[in-house]
């Protein structure tokens, strides 16, 4: 197929259930003098009717129409509304939405989001996938899922969570893994992204995909699609979680107080919610405490300017108030989504690195209560970085809740603000209280000069 999987043309009523438009490219294999074409349908009966209109065979119209547009005798192209030009693009460049997402959790899928859905229902049959429900895919003829077009010019991705076979779902076989295609002139012709194998996804996993140069246009749709299965209630696969969005372009800070959150700043965040549950520096806080397959949250891609900062507060427990977890919460970074570095690797006596440090991965007794963490990156520009909080291990617990808060990535406050502040950016600091000045150097409260303690105290 040279990567340009195609659907059989024989259609059924869930597909064409109203009125849709089919464009095929035909092959110099049906080109000559004599070609003849037949639409028939094998068996029937007098209760049911089909209907054709608008036939046309003949020389290729400009781009086939982009799939939004009838072509008409001498090939030109008459467009759907909304579209112009002799290809029949959008007229105005923000006809399509630049960001589409579902979780589907609600009880009935999203017409705004999905052209067409076959052989899957809202589910949880295949186990937690994301969270919540899943688009669950188990049934005997078609199994696909394609979105409406969504505008990704410029730097764009596409998310998504999927697991085949999982959470006790039967088995796939080879050849039956799901596809991911594009198409960028309306589903006449598909492009595929990437084979998502079987093999890989028998326990769920997130993949953030960026989109390649020829797939950013102002109106691109996509599709999972299983082209092989063994019938109904086989090799059964589900999907949650899509997002298909552009990255901001040029960003080089993130200023987050999640009061209210800055949703372009992230692409991925699972397992949490906005809450005053934690209380915290500036609450509100982001809180994880839900029962989900992930507890995570990912930042969109960040340039590095020369000496800059990563700061956050975090309380594993919050305070003692609630159970915390037993997992590690560790925080990692990623120029391509697909590896993952701590975001500090531990420097230990005896090991030729310097200075000693902690790894950036962290334990409740570390922060039963709130604390700030900081790191400083070299003076270098470090571009499209990715940075990440997750909790390491599974099945977590509505009752161990964790909490971040006050997040800045982006330029070095002056003196890092001594260490006894928050930087707000543009060279600002909010000082701890005790201490004030434009970096926090100057102590306003009485400090101690000595401390003692031992066991027994």
């Given at each position: ?25 035909l ?123 969504v ?32 198409s ?92 005053s ?31 800059s ?24 970074y ?15 006596l005896?090991q030729?690195?310097?200075p ?27 571009a ?44 600002r ?8 000045g ?20």
């Open positions: 197929c040279h990567d340009r999987y195609v659907l059989k043309s024989s259609y059924d009523s869930p597909t064409f259930g109203t009125w849709g438009r089919v464009t095929i490219p092959s110099s294999a049906v080109r000559s003098p004599y070609s003849a074409f037949q639409w028939s349908q094998p068996s029937f009966t007098t209760a049911t009717s089909w209907a054709i209109s608008d036939i046309y065979i003949g020389s290729e119209c400009p781009g086939m129409c982009s799939g939004h547009g009838v072509c008409r005798t001498g090939g030109t192209c008459d467009c759907d509304r909304g579209f112009s030009g002799p290809k029949c693009v959008p007229s105005t460049a923000n006809l399509f939405p630049q960001r589409v997402e579902d979780d589907f959790d609600g009880s009935q899928l999203s017409g705004s989001t999905w052209s067409i859905v076959l052989g899957g229902t809202l589910s949880t049959a295949c186990g937690t996938i994301g969270s919540g429900k899943s688009l669950y895919f188990n049934t005997a003829g078609t199994r696909l899922a394609a979105t409406k077009d505008n990704v010019s410029g730097s764009s991705y596409i998310q998504f969570s999927i697991g085949i076979s999982s959470g006790g779902c039967e088995t796939a076989d080879a050849n039956e893994d799901v596809l991911l295609q594009y960028t002139d309306g589903g006449t012709t598909w492009t595929l992204l990437q084979v998502i194998r079987y093999s890989s996804y028998r326990t769920p996993a997130t993949l953030t995909i960026d989109l390649p140069s020829k797939a950013e246009t102002n109106a691109t749709r996509f599709r999972w699609w299983q082209t092989q299965h063994s019938g109904y209630n086989f090799d059964n696969w589900a999907l949650d979680d899509v997002v298909v969005a552009a990255y901001p372009k040029n960003l080089t800070e993130v200023v987050e107080d999640f009061n209210p959150m800055k949703n372009d700043s992230w692409v991925f965040v699972r397992g949490g919610s906005v809450s549950a934690c209380g915290g520096p500036t609450a509100p806080s982001f809180v994880f405490n839900e029962a989900s397959a992930q507890r995570i949250i990912k930042s969109t891609r960040i340039t590095f300017k020369p000496n900062t990563l700061q956050f507060a975090m309380s594993i427990g919050c305070g003692g108030v609630n159970d915390y977890p037993t997992d590690l919460i560790a925080v990692e990623s120029f391509d989504d697909q590896t993952w570095t701590p975001m500090q690797s531990a420097c230990q005896g030729s690195c310097s000693y440090r902690f790894q950036s991965s962290y334990r409740h007794d570390e922060f039963p209560y709130w604390r700030r963490v900081t790191y400083f990156f070299p003076a270098g520009n470090i499209a970085i990715l940075v990440r909080w997750r909790q390491t291990g599974s099945g977590f617990s509505t009752s161990k809740i964790w909490a971040i808060d006050d997040i800045y990535i982006g330029s070095t406050c002056p003196m890092g603000c001594h260490g006894h502040g928050q930087c707000l950016g543009a060279g600091c909010r000082c701890d209280p005790g201490y004030s434009p970096t926090c150097s100057v102590v306003t409260d009485s400090l101690r000069t000595s401390l003692r303690g031992d066991r027994k105290s």
